[in-house]
């Protein structure tokens, strides 16, 4: 084989390397990859359908209910202008209360119930998850263009 044909089957070889490399990083990137939505944004149908994303929020007064023999969960997260149920088997966090903000990472099944598979929760009494101010910023704003009045927790970076 003349040493031109070899470098040209080199270069191919190394192209098809490249590419099979790129695809593998690509696909693994986007397996990983979570979106944040909001209730309102939910509704309007903006969530991917069977693919694991983020819903945030505050959690509504009142909401939390705890199964007395199983680790389940339930209660609602909002935006203020919509809400959505949410399921999560598991122990929440410590600092989980009713009234604060939340993310949740999960699934959305066909009955609009979103089951979550991790909950997380504010760090402090002035903290709240940066996607879950602006979407509470964005239905205050909507709020005051309506005619009504919200009381919202300014968050702090």
């Known amino acids: 084989m003349k040493s ?28 990983n990859l979570v ?49 959505i149920n949410v399921v999560y088997t598991g122990i929440l966090p410590d600092l989980f209360r009713e009234g604060k903000g939340v993310v949740a990472q999960g699934k959305l099944n066909q009955d609009g119930v979103f089951h979550a598979d991790n909950v997380l929760a ?15 910023k964005q239905a205050n704003t909507l709020n005051e263009k309506t005619g009504k009045t919200l009381v919202i927790p300014e968050a702090k970076p």
């Open 4 to 31: 031109r044909y070899k470098r040209a089957a080199f270069i191919v070889t190394g192209l098809v390397a490249i590419a099979i490399a790129a695809t593998l990083v690509l696909n693994a990137f986007r397996s």
């Open 35 to 83: 979106f944040f939505f909001t209730p309102t944004q939910v509704f309007k149908g903006e969530a991917p359908k069977n693919i694991s994303f983020r819903i945030g929020g505050l959690v509504e007064q009142g909401s939390l209910k705890r199964s007395a023999d199983t680790l389940e969960n339930q209660f609602v997260v909002t935006d203020t202008i919509k809400r």
């Open 122 to 136: 504010k760090h402090d009494e002035n903290y709240m998850p940066p996607e879950a101010a602006e979407a509470l």
